[in-house]
């Protein structure tokens, strides 16, 4: 069994200011004998998500959990089981869970309950060999089923409805803005490149896309909207999301599916302006995938039947190597990710 481990380690709380790569640290550690009840865990995937940026303000009751300086940072990921005296786990099976930004980790039952991704904990994937482990993180898991209770449980489009939708090129957007297609809307994607908006027209098959960073884009939107658009699915806020919300139609609803233009704010973000809201009586719904939890088993098998069919495509942007997650996780601050941030561990580490 090897005796130690790379890890990636937050290295202090970041408040009211941009994440760089000093904020984190590789740091090699001892791997311990496995005890009773734990697993030995080989990473082969990781996914590098937003909310990761708010569980590092280090404010106490905010909305999500802070990380543990002390322990190597975690989120949604496949892992090779290489060694188990945990019932239920064997050597040599795929896993996805709540996984270590390490080379290799160690989790006890303790820790895997503690964990739950979703309504599950720990589970054994049993993958073709044609299928992707990163699909898991991305359409077929967190990302997949945020983007479906999105549309499907609280935007609700119907057809001939139009949609806006922000960051539309990221991983959440581009599925939000393909489901919404497959349930008959007109979609209209903002997002912030030239590249990235022919992706969602012409790969995703979009209707329009629009650069949120034109000076005219209340106006860019009207001439696509002449009445303003029904639905906007928010996920950056700030004066982009104020800008397409004085845009909008009555009635008109706002689907908040997160604010990352405000997560480096000083006093954490998420702070809206309802004047928009007030002056066109839009209706604003926050939402997030737990409040359907009972529904993800049936929103899973959708969404692997629409992946299977080819109504959705799966976009991804791949990093390689452990050394690589902080870039990954500055690369989604700075537009750097086409779909889905997906860090890949495939040359294991030889330690
Ligand atoms: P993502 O869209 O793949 O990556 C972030 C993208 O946001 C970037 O590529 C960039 O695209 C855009 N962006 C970054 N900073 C921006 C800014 N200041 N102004 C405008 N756009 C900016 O990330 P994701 O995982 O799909 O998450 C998207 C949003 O959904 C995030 O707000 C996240 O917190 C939220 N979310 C919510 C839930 C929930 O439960 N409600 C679950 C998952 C994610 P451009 O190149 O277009 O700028």
Redesign the pocket.
Known sequence: MPDSTTSVYLKSYILGDALRAEHFELSETALRPLADAEVLLETVCLSV???L??CMTGMANYYVPQLDLRAPIHSLGVARVLDSRLPGYAAGELVLGSIDWSARSILSAQAISQRPVGRRTLRRLALTAQEHPSRYLGVLG??GI?AFF?IVGTAKPRPGETMVV?????????VAGQIAKILGARVIG????PE?RSVIVERLGFDAAVD?RSATLPQDLLELVPGGPDIYFD????A?SQAVMSTMRHPARVV????????DDQDGGWMVDIRPIHRHGLRFE?????LFSEFEPAALAQLEHWLGTGQIIALETVHHGLESLPAAML???????????VVSLDQPATD
């Open positions: 998500d937003p909310y940026r708010g967190i990302t945020t999105g922000s960051a539309a090129a990221g991983a959440v957007g581009s903002l997002t912030s490149s990235k949120y996920n950056v806020g700030g982009v908040e599916c997160g604010q990352i233009s405000s997560y926050g939402f997030t995938p737990s690369g989604l601050f700075r537009g750097g990710n086409i779909g889905k941030t």
